[in-house]
């Protein structure tokens, strides 16, 4: 199939950006979206035109490595998908794809399509683990833990990282993400040493970074894992629970 | 990018120093919190006034009798009132809160956006009432004012008359644009509270997988419920069912 | 590299009982007294299970870590991309395991291959990852009484792995970024994520530095340390198409490779059975589709050659089951250099199905019958999603077509017990050493291996290493040595921007891919190595001469850190195609058409090939150097190994 492509450009973080248009020439309908755009890079090459910058790595949706706007739709049209898993098959001869990177203030862009996530890195340092030092774990099977806890922990624990949520929001919100963390490390018997403070210190450092949620749930239609909202209820409940624990003590 | 990167915030310069509240209400999940309870007794304002001004189906005694009794409230326990005042005190307050953090909120998440996005958005999840809770929550901030205007103050009424509420409201609403402006408002607080009433059992953190879905079913009920009573006395007023 | 370069090419396993070598050799190494360890610096270079655990565990314990990654995070490191599990002797399900059998598993998997004292020591640590891992928070699939859930997998007889659903190295690799992003927040790590290292400095004979290029600005600069720690993957994406993410490479162990770390066994890799065929050449990688589908999937081809039949309308009688047939002991689950090759005959004879004739199915149809659609689909069902989203084909109706595909590499840097490559201080961690699988990995070993390595195993060497050199400062990064590499490294990169030539980077690594694949994959010949070499050499001095690198350096630059990296997969790929032609038999991974049996199974040679190959670099050009590390069996007497 051929398509025709409007490709956001930005040489450089400080630089303007702006579309440019493509074509797309001789698609299979099997190539991946990405490797419709290796081929798109490889005619620029030809071309002398500096191959679209954008990131991958597995390309089977677990490394959470790419991800762009497609149509105005994080990861584009597919449900449940990361933009690495949308196949052609989905797009017709003719289509026009217009592909833009993620918006927000706490991603910000570096080269086309690329944008510097380290703000995750950030909020998960705050508090996003439970401190075992090394060697220094009991026997696994002392602590059963409930299998529907157990199962909705690793709903939680799924997230792959990639900030469709925060660029799905029309806040800029990255409470999915947060909350998917929180809910795994705080739902678990592991977690709870450490639970109330692992919120305050995450909510606060999210909150440096990014806008806060009012409940549009286009996050959690644009995750490419399915976290539920429900999580987000989770983090709120926990944080006030921590608000007001702090309330006593002080 | 890939600047040396240390603890941006070390876990020391994360231990806090203001006294909780202050804490609490400067990050924004603590005014979402805040909004969420302030919304709260704004919904129970709404809901009780709308099913009080439903008297005036009954005629204009009872609906005078009423308001009337509104104000004695407690009498003579409290002050004649006082009661009313404690009630306004709280709704001022939550009003104001409200506001302040809707306020706060939005610049705030304005600002994390950066950037729009430069083509078009296809939003999936989040609707149309989502997406305009500050232009709704305006409409219904103005409205207030207005309100306040005509039907406590009768500003928009020469002939108003404290006493009987009734003729106030019969007065107003037979103007077809004061009439219109209750109308648009009320739609406007129907798609608040449609998203509102949902939104504020995630904020508050009530969450029940197996009831989550009774969310939705309760939000649009109590928004319908409220629009519907409150539509009905400009729409029976100027289609001369009541007059 | 200096021609008289002291190298350290004892492998220094422990005397002792089997039982004993890792206990005793833990007493007797030198310890670094809990004030001093601030003193020492370590740069850890990469952030998969290994990386991140190691990084973590030393910033624990004190150590001042620096740690680099390509990545622009810690987390999206490739071991996240493991699906099956991990291994662990901790025989909860009573079903005989223990850590012999494990050890002996493992040892007969590698085709008697791997050293006996590292595989035990990796045996006996197994039981103490899943003790970590669980108290980080690692959500492994849990029975309905609340404790850790098992399956049998790769070819093992008892249920010792771990997992979590499809994601197991995810969520292990999250605990061990987790971890690591704790002592970030501590102070104790410095991370540089987006920075990849481009040289390995070696000053008076020991690893003491990096030569790094930050991805975004192009900024080249030196960092120096007291030791060296390299976990920077496998190396399997030289063959372009295969399981690998885009972005592994191996010019981390490449570059050290050519400063003086000799190289064990680069031939060895390993085709992974059930991966998705390749559908056309626009194809950027091969997915895999984890082996647990093998429980309860039957793997057929139709009798017929010229079948054209859609599969459900192929009578039972006219499909042949063939691994079912030939290793009726293991059927479906047999090893995987086994299946792989069964696979790549029934397709050679012409059985391969779908457009391209080039797979064979994976059938869930008697499952389905068996388990219901539910049962299947709570065991299976992401799998099942992911197959159809590629393929855009249902296989609750229609059975999956599979076929092998690069996957590991069970080659990498040589290192001994310790983890030490042949430089003193530069050690090598998890798939870029060669160390435990021998010829072959089971499967869920690598992630057992890598977290091993780094939580249990490094935390030790590395003091015992550098205890004696307290009050010691690392070299400054004004040294000439430093200066010399970060010129090389320049060199290398200019040189990239200024070829201007015709050809992507692309079409050359795919053609590079190609030539691997067909000559130095699942069989191989003398002469078609022979063939390789040279075509490898030929399509090398093209690269030079005709790539095309557009941009500059000073902004991210994807085509030149693809160079980069293709770039050393020539100098690796020869070196493939030289072990592979000398190793005249057939062992694990490696299959030599000429070393087989009648039935044409693999034929070892334990008489003259019972040695880790090592590989010492003697200049780009020149034939490498062979020093052969016998490998003596105490325990296990090599046998064949059969599966039938
Ligand atoms: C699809 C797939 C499924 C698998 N499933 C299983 C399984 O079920 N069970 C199992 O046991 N094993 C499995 N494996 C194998 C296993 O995942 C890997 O062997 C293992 O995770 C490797 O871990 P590692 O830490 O050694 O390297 P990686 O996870 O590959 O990490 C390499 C790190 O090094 C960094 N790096 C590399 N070079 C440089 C450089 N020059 N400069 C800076 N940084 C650098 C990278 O950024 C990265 O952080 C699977 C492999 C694949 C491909
Ligand atoms: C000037 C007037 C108002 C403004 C600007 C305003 C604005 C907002 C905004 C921006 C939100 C956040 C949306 C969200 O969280 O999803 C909100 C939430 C809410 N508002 Fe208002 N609003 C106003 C008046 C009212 C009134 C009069 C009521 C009640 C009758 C009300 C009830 C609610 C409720 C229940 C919520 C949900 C809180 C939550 O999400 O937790 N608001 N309002
Ligand atoms: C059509 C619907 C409505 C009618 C008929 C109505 C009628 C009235 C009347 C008659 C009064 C004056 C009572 C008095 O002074 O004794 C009043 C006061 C008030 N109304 Fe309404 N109202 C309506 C809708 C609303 C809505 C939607 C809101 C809020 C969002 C609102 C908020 C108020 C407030 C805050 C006061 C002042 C109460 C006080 O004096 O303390 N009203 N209303
Ligand atoms: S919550 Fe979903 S969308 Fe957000 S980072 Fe995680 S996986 Fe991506
Ligand atoms: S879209 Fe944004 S507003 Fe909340 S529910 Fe999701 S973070
Ligand atoms: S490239 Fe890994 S999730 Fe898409």
Not at chain 2, 140 to 163: C, I, K, Q, R, S
Request: glycine share 8%.
């Amino acid at each position: 199939m051929d398509l025709t492509l409007k490709v956001w450009r930005q040489p450089g973080p400080e630089a303007e950006g702006r579309f440019e248009t493509y074509q797309a020439k001789g698609i299979d309908e099997h190539a991946s979206f990405l490797e419709m755009l290796d081929l798109v890079n490889e005619q620029l090459t030809e071309e002398g035109i500096e191959p679209i910058a954008f990131d991958s790595d597995c390309r089977e949706g677990i490394c959470g490595t790419c991800g762009v706007m497609v149509d105005g739709e994080a990861h584009g049209p597919v449900e449940n998908a990361s933009v690495c898993q949308v196949h052609m098959f989905n797009y017709s001869d003719g289509d026009t794809i217009t592909i833009e990177p993620w918006r927000a203030a706490g991603f910000p862009i570096q080269k086309d399509l690329i944008v510097d996530r380290t703000a995750f890195d950030e909020i998960i340092a705050a508090g996003g683990y439970i401190t075992v030092p090394t060697g220094s774990a009991p026997e696994a099977n002392l602590t059963p833990v409930d299998k529907p806890i157990a199962d909705t922990a690793f709903e939680a624990a799924q997230c792959i990282g990639c900030g469709a949520c925060v660029a799905a929001c029309p806040n800029g919100a990255a409470q999915l993400f947060t909350a998917a963390k929180v809910s795994h490390l705080n739902l678990l018997p592991q977690g709870q040493p450490e639970r109330y403070e692992r919120v305050v210190n995450m909510v606060e450092v999210m909150e440096e970074y990014f806008g806060s949620c009012t409940n549009h749930g286009e996050c959690q239609d644009a995750c490419p894992k399915d976290i539920s909202i429900d999580f987000i209820a989770w983090l709120n409940k926990d944080y006030r629970k921590a608000s007001f624990k702090q309330m006593r003590a002080s | 990018m890939a600047a040396t990167q240390t603890g941006a915030t070390s876990t020391a310069s994360r231990n806090r120093r203001r006294p909780w509240i202050a804490e609490f209400y400067a990050s924004s999940l603590g005014k979402k919190y805040a909004m969420a309870i302030t919304g709260i007794v704004l919904m129970a304002y709404v809901f009780a006034h709308m099913v009080g001004n439903l008297k005036l189906f009954e005629g204009a005694q009872p609906l005078n009798d009423y308001a009337a009794w509104l104000r004695e409230i407690a009498y003579p326990a409290l002050p004649e009132g006082a009661a009313l005042w404690g009630v306004r005190i709280v709704l001022i307050a939550a009003f104001a809160i409200h506001i302040h953090a809707a306020a706060v909120l939005t610049l705030r998440n304005r600002r994390a956006r950066g950037t729009k996005y430069q083509s078009k958005r296809d939003y999936n999840a989040a609707d149309f009432a989502s997406r305009t809770m500050r232009w709704s929550g305006v409409i219904v901030g103005l409205f207030v004012l207005f309100h306040l205007a005509d039907l406590t103050f009768g500003a928009t009424n020469p002939d108003f008359d404290h006493a009987d509420v009734y003729g106030n409201i019969v007065t107003s609403f037979s103007v077809w644009w004061i009439a219109a402006i209750y109308v648009v408002a009320n739609l406007a607080l129907a798609f608040h509270l449609y998203h509102g009433v949902w939104s504020l059992f995630q904020t508050m953190g009530w969450n029940q997988r197996r009831f989550n879905h009774w969310r939705r079913y309760f939000a649009v009920a109590f928004a319908v419920v409220v629009a519907a009573g409150n539509l009905s006395f400009p729409i029976a007023v100027q289609l001369g069912i009541v007059g | 590299m200096p021609v008289d370069q002291k190298l350290d090419l004892d492998a220094k396993i422990p005397d002792g009982s089997l039982e004993d070598k890792w206990d005793n050799h833990r007493f007797d190494m030198k310890l670094v007294n809990p004030n001093n360890k601030r003193k020492f610096d370590v740069i850890v270079v990469g952030t998969g299970l290994a990386g991140a655990s190691a990084a973590a565990s030393l910033g624990e314990l004190g150590y001042n870590v620096r740690c680099f990654t390509y990545h622009d995070s810690p987390r999206r490191a490739h071991s996240i991309a493991a699906q099956g599990g991990i291994n662990a002797a901790k025989n909860y399900q009573g079903d005989g395991d223990s850590i012999f059998r494990l050890f002996h598993d493992t040892i007969k998997g590698g085709d008697y291959r791997s050293r006996e004292g590292n595989v035990y020591r990796l045996a006996q640590l197994s039981v103490n990852i899943i003790d970590q891992a669980v108290a980080q928070g690692v959500p492994f699939a849990r029975d309905y009484g609340g404790l850790l859930d098992n399956r049998s997998f790769g070819g093992a007889q008892v249920s010792r792995t771990f997992y979590a659903q499809g994601q197991t190295g995810q969520q292990l690799l999250l605990g061990a970024y987790q971890a690591l992003m704790r002592q970030v927040d501590r102070g104790s790590v410095t991370l540089h994520p987006r920075t990849e290292m481009l040289e390995l400095v070696v000053v008076d004979g020991r690893a003491h530095g990096v030569v790094v290029r930050d991805l975004g600005t192009g900024e080249i600069s030196s960092h120096s340390a007291h030791a060296v720690v390299l976990a920077t993957g496998g190396y399997a994406s030289a063959y372009f198409l295969s399981t690998m993410a885009k972005n592994s490479n191996a010019t981390a162990a490449w570059r050290a490779h050519r400063k003086g770390a000799v190289y064990g066994n680069p031939c060895y890799t390993q085709i992974h059975p059930t991966c998705i065929p390749q559908s056309g050449d626009y194809q950027s990688k091969l997915t895999l589709m984890s082996e647990g589908l093998r429980n309860d999937g039957r793997i057929w081809v139709p009798k017929d050659p010229d079948e054209t039949r859609p599969p459900e309308d192929i009578p039972e009688s006219e499909r042949d089951y063939y691994l079912e047939r030939l290793y009726p002991a293991f059927g479906n689950l047999a090893p995987r250099d086994i299946s792989s090759r069964a696979a790549k005959r029934m397709v050679d004879a012409g059985h391969g199905v779908g457009p391209q004739k080039n797979g064979v199915y994976l059938d869930f149809a008697g499952a389905i019958e068996r388990m219901g659609v539910d049962g299947v689909e709570a065991k299976y069902d992401n799998l099942f999603q992911m197959y159809e989203k590629i393929t855009n084909e249902n296989p609750y109706r229609v059975p999956m077509r599979i076929y092998p595909a690069p996957h590991y590499a069970m080659g990498g840097l040589w290192v001994d017990y310790n983890l030490q490559t042949s430089i003193p201080g530069l050690f090598a961690l998890g798939e870029s050493n060669f160390s435990d699988h021998g010829a072959n990995r089971l499967g869920a070993s690598a992630l057992m291996q890598g977290l091993a390595d780094g939580y249990f195993v490094i935390p030790y060497t590395i003091g015992n290493y550098l205890a004696p050199m307290l009050g010691e400062s690392p070299p400054p990064t004004s040294h000439e040595a430093f200066a010399e590499a970060e010129a090389e490294v320049r060199d290398k990169v200019f040189g990239l921007l200024s070829v201007n030539g015709t050809r992507s980077v692309d079409s050359f690594h795919k053609e590079l891919g190609r030539i691997l694949w067909d000559y130095c994959g699942m069989s191989r010949t003398a002469e078609g190595l022979e063939k390789a070499r040279s075509e490898i050499r030929t399509l090398r001095d093209e690269f030079h001469k005709d790539v095309r690198v557009l941009g500059e350096n000073e902004t991210i630059n994807q085509s030149l850190e693809k160079a980069g990296r293709v770039q050393d997969f020539f100098e690796l790929a020869e070196l493939m195609t030289v072990d592979a032609h000398h190793r005249e038999e057939s062992c694990g991974g490696h299959f030599r058409e000429e070393h087989q049996t009648e039935e044409g199974e693999a034929l070892r040679d334990d008489e003259n090939y019972a040695y880790v190959a090592r590989w010492r670099f003697r200049g780009l050009g020149e034939d490498p150097e062979l020093i052969p590390e016998p490998l003596e069996f105490e325990t296990v007497t090599p046998s064949t190994r059969s599966y039938k």
